[in-house]
C-alpha cells in the first residue's frame, strides 16, 4: 500500500491544473462510501455542498484565479462543530432535534475561504466528555478491535484511515492528543485562545481548545496558520496577529533548548510508550529532565473544574431528561452537579498559581517532552490499566499526561513515533504559550529523520 496524499500535495495539484478539485471529492465521497460502514467515522456526509465547492474551484483555477492554499483538499470536522443547515449533535441524542444551523463554524469558513471542502462531520464521545469515542447513540469508532481515544476519535481515525488528510477536533483534556496518539497522526492542541471556537459546541470554556489533525506536520501547519486570526465572535480569541509557522519548518531545532518532563510524567507508562520516548529523546540528544511542580495536583484540579463547568452547562437537561444522556456521560456530570463550591474555587485559586510555575520553567528551556498516553491503542473490551502496579480504571487514566498541561492552555503537538510492526506511540512537544512554531520545527525535525511518521493505513 502507499501513503495517502497529503493536503498540500493535492493543493497543489488542483491550482496547477493537474487534478480536479471534484475528481478528488468524487474519490473521496467512494471512499468514505465504502470505508465508513467499518470505521463509522461520519455521522453526516455533506455531499451536495462538497460537489458544488469543488466545481465552484475547478472553475476558479480555470479563469485563473487564487483558490486558496489549500486548495481542492477535503476536510472533515467533529460534530461538535457548526455545519449551515445541519444540526449540530455534540455527539448526543438530545441533540438530534435541535435546529440546524444558521452558519458555519468559523473554523470551517476559514478552511473553507481557504479552498478547503468540507464533506462530512464526525463521531465523538457525547458532549466530549470522554476519552474513547464509544458513544451510545451513534456507536464506536473504529467498529474494529481498538479504542481510537477521545472525544475527537472520528477525526483522528478518518486522518489514520486515509478517508480524508485534514480534520479538525476539540481538546478540553486531552481529546486532541489522546486520539492522534492512539491513531498514530499528528494532533496539534494550540494555545488557550489562539483559534476561534465560535460555533463549536463547547464542553468546559474555560479549558477548550479546537485544532486540527493531519498525516504530516507540514499539512498541520498549514492547516493551523488558516485558522488564526482574532475572532469577535468568540471572546477568548484574542487580537494577536497571526504567525505563519509552515515557512518555520526547515529551520530545524538549532537553538531550541529542549528537555524531558520528568516525575509526574516519568511513571506509569508502559514498556513501548518508555521505548518510542527514549527514541525521540535520542534523535534531540536531550538530556535535561525537569520537574513540572504540581501536576498530579494539577490533574485533580482539572478534573474538578470539568465537571463543575460541564454539569453546570447541561444541569437542566440532567433534571428533564437525565435518560437521554449515554449513562456514562450522565452520571459524571451527576457527580459534577454535587461538588462544593469552594473546592472549584480553590481549584481555579491553584490553577494560577501552577500556571506561574510552569511559565518559569520556559524561561530555562524551548520545548518540553512528555507521553501522550500511558499505553497504545487498548482493545475496545478492556475497562482497566496498570498503572505504578496498581489496576486503574482504563477511560480516565488515559488523560494521565495530557490533563495537566490542558489546564494551563499549552500549545502541544502530538507526534506519531515510528516502530514498525507495532502500534503507534504518541509524545508530546510541548511549548510556551503562543510558541507553536517551536513545537511545530521540533516535530518536523523528528519526521524529516523518520523518528514520526502516520501509518500507511489504520492499525485499529
Same mark, same amino acid.
Given at each position: 500500500m502507499t501513503q495517502p496524499p497529503d493536503a498540500l500535495s493535492i493543493?497543489?495539484?488542483?491550482?496547477?491544473? #493537474?487534478?480536479?478539485?471534484?475528481?478528488?471529492? #468524487?474519490?473521496?465521497?467512494?471512499?468514505?462510501?465504502?470505508?465508513?460502514?467499518?470505521?463509522n467515522c461520519f455521522t453526516t456526509v455533506t455531499a451536495e455542498r462538497a460537489m458544488a465547492t469543488a466545481e465552484a474551484i475547478d472553475q476558479a483555477v480555470a479563469q485563473?484565479?487564487?483558490?486558496?492554499?489549500?486548495?481542492?483538499?477535503?476536510?472533515?470536522?467533529?460534530?461538535?462543530?457548526?455545519?449551515?443547515?445541519?444540526?449540530?449533535?455534540?455527539?448526543?441524542?438530545?441533540?438530534?432535534?435541535?435546529?440546524?444551523?444558521?452558519?458555519?463554524a468559523t473554523a470551517i469558513a476559514r478552511l473553507t475561504q481557504a479552498g478547503a471542502i468540507l464533506v462530512g462531520a464526525l463521531n465523538m464521545d457525547e458532549y466530549a466528555y470522554g476519552f474513547v469515542t464509544i458513544n451510545r447513540h451513534y456507536g464506536h469508532t473504529p467498529e474494529l478491535s481498538r479504542m481510537p481515544g477521545g472525544s475527537s476519535g472520528g477525526p483522528a481515525a478518518a486522518v489514520a484511515a486515509g478517508l480524508v488528510p485534514l480534520t479538525l477536533g476539540s481538546?478540553?483534556?486531552?481529546?486532541?492528543?489522546?486520539?492522534?496518539?492512539?491513531?498514530?497522526?499528528?494532533?496539534?492542541?494550540?494555545?488557550?485562545?489562539?483559534?476561534?471556537?465560535?460555533?463549536?459546541?463547547?464542553?468546559?470554556?474555560?479549558?477548550?481548545?479546537?485544532?486540527p489533525f493531519a498525516r504530516s506536520v507540514a499539512d498541520l501547519a498549514a492547516a493551523f496558520d488558516m485558522l488564526q486570526g482574532p475572532d469577535p465572535r468568540d471572546p477568548i480569541c484574542t487580537s494577536r496577529s497571526p504567525e505563519i509557522t509552515q515557512p518555520l519548518l526547515t529551520r530545524g531545532?538549532?537553538?531550541?533548548?529542549?528537555?524531558?518532563?520528568?516525575?509526574?510524567?516519568?511513571r506509569g507508562m508502559t514498556a513501548a510508550v518508555s521505548a518510542a520516548l527514549s527514541q525521540v529523546v535520542a534523535a534531540l540528544g536531550?538530556? #535535561?529532565?525537569?520537574?513540572?511542580?504540581?501536576?498530579?495536583?494539577?490533574?485533580?484540579?482539572?478534573?474538578?473544574?470539568?465537571?463543575?463547568?460541564?454539569?453546570?452547562?447541561?444541569?437542566k437537561r440532567l433534571q428533564q431528561q437525565p435518560m437521554d444522556f449515554d449513562p456514562a456521560t450522565r452520571d459524571r456530570f451527576l457527580a459534577g452537579a454535587l461538588l462544593p463550591a469552594a473546592w472549584y474555587i480553590q481549584a481555579q485559586r491553584f490553577r494560577r498559581w501552577y500556571r506561574d510555575r510552569v511559565r518559569e520553567l520556559f524561561q530555562s528551556v524551548d520545548i518540553l517532552l512528555?507521553?501522550?498516553?500511558?499505553?497504545?491503542?487498548?482493545?475496545? +473490551?478492556?475497562?482497566?490499566?496498570?498503572?505504578?502496579?496498581q489496576r486503574v480504571p482504563?477511560?480516565?487514566?488515559?488523560?494521565?499526561?495530557?490533563?495537566?498541561?490542558?489546564?494551563?492552555?499549552?500549545?502541544?503537538?502530538?507526534?506519531?513515533?515510528?516502530?514498525?510492526?507495532?502500534?503507534?506511540?504518541?509524545?508530546?512537544?510541548?511549548?510556551?504559550?503562543?510558541? +507553536?512554531?517551536k513545537a511545530l520545527r521540533v516535530a518536523a525535525y523528528l519526521e524529516s529523520q523518520g523518528i514520526t511518521q502516520a501509518p500507511v493505513a489504520s492499525p485499529i
Open positions: 493543493a497543489a495539484a488542483v491550482r496547477n491544473g #493537474e487534478m480536479k478539485a471534484a475528481t478528488v471529492i #468524487e474519490s473521496t465521497l467512494d471512499q468514505i462510501a465504502v470505508q465508513n460502514a467499518k470505521l485563473g484565479d487564487s483558490p486558496g492554499l489549500l486548495a481542492g483538499v477535503p476536510f472533515a470536522v467533529k460534530n461538535l462543530f457548526d455545519i449551515a443547515r445541519v444540526t449540530t449533535l455534540a455527539g448526543a441524542k438530545l441533540e438530534q432535534n435541535s435546529p440546524p444551523a444558521a452558519t458555519d481538546d478540553t483534556n486531552g481529546s486532541i492528543r489522546v486520539p492522534a496518539a492512539l491513531c498514530g497522526v499528528y494532533g496539534l492542541k494550540p494555545t488557550y485562545g489562539r483559534l476561534s471556537r465560535a460555533g463549536a459546541y463547547l464542553f468546559v470554556a474555560s479549558l477548550d481548545h479546537i485544532g531545532i538549532d537553538g531550541l533548548k529542549i528537555a524531558i518532563a520528568g516525575d509526574y510524567f516519568s536531550v538530556h #535535561e529532565t525537569v520537574t513540572i511542580p504540581e501536576a498530579a495536583r494539577a490533574r485533580a484540579a482539572a478534573y474538578l473544574i470539568t465537571a463543575s463547568e460541564g454539569s453546570n452547562l447541561h444541569f512528555a507521553p501522550a498516553v500511558p499505553c497504545v491503542a487498548p482493545p475496545l +473490551e478492556q475497562t482497566e490499566l496498570i498503572i505504578d502496579g482504563l477511560r480516565p487514566n488515559l488523560g494521565l499526561y495530557t490533563q495537566p498541561l490542558s489546564f494551563i492552555g499549552l500549545p502541544i503537538v502530538s507526534v506519531p513515533v515510528f516502530q514498525p510492526h507495532q502500534l503507534p506511540v504518541g509524545i508530546q512537544v510541548i511549548a510556551a504559550p503562543y510558541q +507553536e512554531a
